[in-house]
């Protein structure tokens, strides 16, 4: 679990009183909080203590015991089992999959946070994948009652926090584009749209080559789909949309490959899904056109109605300005019904002449 090096550095010191660490843990006494390391030889005889009991399956008195670690810190290792143990971080990993097994879901994952937090040196992957786990079980899984009939709740607003926690102890590929395509679908589900694209932007920015960031892009583009409001609005949000579908279908002609963390058949779902995607992106690119097409048709159709009123020189221009907008509905939206409509009343306007 430790190198040689990392250990004589703990054994250096363990006796330094000022770890910068030690403000993470509450400390113990009533008036003044005493935040002081623990005795190595009282930390090393209550952790033996706690994994007999535990082993013995006496959880209430081991998890007593245990959560002394989560007071104040320990930097004694110990060789327990023929392994080099970091007893504090050990002893609050087992006390959170106690109460993981309890039930008792939120306090295991604070605790998992405090070793993520305080005890850089413990084994993080091991740490992330169980707030990952049980994060994810608060979030879908009924949650166990407490006290045996009072059911517990889950707030959204703290389920969310959670995951964006993990993207903040867990940078790195393999952890965090995780968390933050279980944060933008919880965003999503709460309808906490700019959490959502936050999320999503931040997967797609920082972690480009995970295979998730092929459904965050287009997850981005029916985002801005759902915001749009018509041709008759602002146009931002569907040209955000129209942008976000035709970059997915060029950057995504091909699905991402089979990433080592998938099973062949989620492998095979992702695949499915991703040529569903394809498809229905190509729907969005083409309803996103029309719009925007429509979009310059009615503004096209304003200026020949009323631009005698607001153009300067409208009588010189003549009808010019509104066939500057027919014909940008044509050239940037060709294959779309709007478009077909500009080419009339080009015609219409033209023959007047």
Do not use: C
């Not at 997967?203 to 789909?225: C, K, T, V």
């Not at 097409?293 to 009323?306: C, M």
């Not at 050239?331 to 007047?352: F, G, P, V």
């Amino acid at each position: 679990m430790f190198s040689g090096n990392i250990l004589l550095a703990l054994a250096d010191n363990r006796g330094n009183r000022t770890d910068e660490k030690t403000y993470l843990f509450p400390g113990t006494g009533f008036f003044i909080k005493n935040r002081e390391p623990y005795d190595d030889r009282e930390a090393k005889e209550w952790f033996h203590s706690a994994v007999a009991l535990e082993r013995e399956g006496n959880f209430a008195k081991a998890l007593k015991i245990y959560k002394k670690f989560t007071k104040r810190r320990t930097d004694l290792v110990i060789d327990f089992e023929g392994t080099q143990v970091l007893i504090g971080p050990e002893a609050i990993y087992r006390l959170a999959l106690i109460e993981e097994k309890q039930g008792d879901w939120k306090s295991s994952f604070e605790h998992l946070e405090l070793i993520a937090n305080a005890y850089v040196l413990y084994d993080f992957n091991r740490v992330a994948e169980s707030l990952l786990r049980i994060a994810e079980k608060i979030v879908t899984e009924k949650q166990p009652k407490k006290w045996g009939f009072v059911p517990r709740l889950s707030s959204s607003s703290e389920n969310r926090a959670r995951f964006l926690q993990i993207v903040e102890l867990a940078k790195g590929p393999k952890f965090a584009p995780r968390a933050l395509m279980i944060l933008a679908n919880l965003a999503i589900k709460d309808e906490k749209e700019d959490e959502a694209i936050d999320a999503l932007e931040r997967l797609i920015n920082f972690y480009p080559e995970n295979f998730r960031s092929e459904n965050a892009f287009f997850m981005l583009a029916e985002i801005y789909r759902k915001k749009t409001a018509g041709p008759s609005y602002d146009q931002h949000s569907i040209k955000t949309a129209l942008h976000h579908y035709e970059d997915y279908l060029i950057l995504y002609d091909n699905p991402p490959p089979r990433d080592s963390s998938e099973s062949l058949n989620d492998y095979q779902t992702r695949l499915k899904d991703s040529s569903m995607r394809k498809e229905q992106a190509q729907l969005g690119v083409n309803e996103m056109s029309e719009i925007l097409a429509e979009s310059k048709i009615e503004v096209g159709e304003y200026v020949e109605k009323y631009g005698k009123y607001f153009l300067v020189r409208w009588k010189e221009l003549g009808n010019e300005p509104a066939l500057k907008f027919y014909r940008e509905a044509i050239d940037h939206y060709t294959n779309t019904k709007a478009a077909r409509e500009a080419e009339k009343r080009i015609q219409s306007l033209t023959s007047e002449e």
